[in-house]
């Protein structure tokens, strides 16, 4: 446990390094499809490896739909700077939008193994995300003065601490305790159209026509890897049948 436990932490320690570094390099557009899009496939091949799982068709042909979906939520408004990007620069950006996308799938397969030994998912969670910040604090120590500037930063990182992050792993830690880590982190794929809604909502922005293509590709992909094939259904109608035929 304690292995899966540092691993986890690791992980959870590499990940936002990795993905902001995939945003200043590569920009917003190709860091998102790169770190996002692909957490899911790399979170399937991690339990094909480590767990033997078995992925669907359905499952896969939901994961390219999602991608296709992230891809053109993304490129909807970020043509220009893709255009405008250093070739050298936005190919180590990709190197670590992969990487980014690789330690969420771990740590996301580290918690989910965890809680399958009988570990609470607050438990997990908080663990391997205490451990995780432990390993930023030089980081912080090193880069963190801009946070500590004003009180209207500090206020700032102290919301993004306790809402978006704390708030939002701990749903995502509840998932994790009842669904395998590959769906959990296809399901967060939602994450790029709740970003457009707020950005349609509070800042004004539109999206494009390819845009809206990507909310569709992505809400027909969450159809598709979440209800339950029909060999699950009859199993759970066998289920209830039996002990009324009793």
Known sequence: QWRLL???AIAVAVY???FYGSM???GVTIGTVV???TAPVLSAIIEIIMDGARMT???LSGAVLGLTGIALLSLSGGTEQIAAADTSATLTGIILGLLAAFTYALYSWAARRL???NIPSRAAMGGIFGIGGLLLMPVLALYGAPFLDSWQNAAVGIYMACVPMFLG???FGYALARIPASTATTITLLEPVVAAALAAVIVGEQLTAAGWAGVALIFICLVCITL???RKAQAVNVAIVKPNQC
Do not use: E, K
Request: net charge positive.
């Open 228 to 230: 339950p094939s029909r």
């Open 24 to 26: 200043r390099l590569a």
């Open 16 to 18: 936002p390094l990795a």
């Open 6 to 8: 540092l691993l986890g």
């Open 169 to 171: 792993y701990v749903c």
């Open 35 to 37: 770190s996002i899009g």
């Open 115 to 117: 809680m399958q030994r």
């Open 57 to 59: 068709l359905r499952w």
